[in-house]
T-cell receptor
Framework: QKEVEQNSGPLSVPEGAIASLNCTYS??????FFWYRQYSGKSPELIMS????GDKEDGRFTAQLNKASQYVSLLIRDSQPSDSATYLC???????????FGGGTRLMVKP | DAGITQSPRHKVTETGTPVTLRCHQT?????MYWYRQDPGHGLRLIHY???????DKGEVSDGYSVSRSKTEDFLLTLESATSSQTSVYFC?????????????FGEGSRLTVL
């Protein structure tokens, strides 16, 4: 069983809609959670980090963390075609302080 | 953009040959990492370094070795490349350990082993 699970997608949403991306993790002791965005053929870049239960908002992005249920999600409001990318969930895992990445969810925003 | 340069960006080699990938940073960050990215597997950590001459294994370290003789350079070596090592390799750096700070990634090195 992978430590960090994501639906590979593609998740297709119309422009202007809310895109909801989900991630579950297996290590109950995980403390840090990140969302990275990766455009096709490019390198990942950090868009959100969250460390405590609840919601964290940054512009059109909201990260949600529920440690009891072991999931973290990313909401993208007013989705734009430029949001089309693969979104990687990363969680601090058992291997010391290193991050474990999920396989990523491919998001497609259609005009 | 974080100053991270990977070389070579593309390489095709044959099974059994040695390959070295180089990561060079100009940010003076303490931590450096090598990841590989394969379809369906996401990013998997190969090795990382927390200082000059200080390195440790990640989750997929078999068949790989690393060296860090200077703060700015982190080398990944495949002693005898195999087809299973065909992948895109990303170097990353961070000022703090990766579970507390942002990772900055290089542009990637695409390796094909025939």
């Amino acid at each position: 069983q992978k430590e960090v699970e994501q639906n590979s997608g593609p998740l297709s949403v119309p422009e202007g809609a809310i895109a909801s991306l989900n991630c579950t993790y297996s290590d109950r002791g995980s403390q840090s959670f990140f969302w990275y965005r990766q455009y096709s053929g490019k390198s990942p870049e950090l868009i959100m980090s969250i460390y405590s239960n609840g919601d964290k908002e940054d512009g059109r992005f909201t990260a949600q963390l529920n440690k009891a249920s072991q999931y973290v999600s990313l909401l993208i409001r007013d989705s734009q075609p430029s949001d089309s990318a693969t979104y990687l969930c990363a969680v601090s895992g058992r291997a010391g302080n290193m991050l474990t990445f999920g396989g990523g969810t491919r998001l497609m925003v259609k005009p | 953009d974080a100053g991270i340069t990977q070389s070579p960006r593309h390489k095709v080699t044959e099974t059994g040959t040695p390959v070295t990938l180089r990561c060079h940073q100009t940010e003076n960050h303490r931590y450096m990492y090598w990841y590989r990215q394969d379809p369906g597997h996401g990013l998997r950590l190969i090795h990382y370094s927390y200082g000059v001459k200080d390195t440790d294994k990640g989750e997929v370290s078999d068949g790989y070795s690393v060296s860090r003789s200077k703060t700015e350079d982190f080398l990944l070596t495949l002693e005898s490349a195999t087809s299973s090592q065909t992948s895109v390799y990303f170097c990353a750096i961070s000022e703090q350990v990766s579970n507390t700070g942002e990772l900055f990634f290089g542009e990637g090195s695409r390796l094909t082993v025939l």
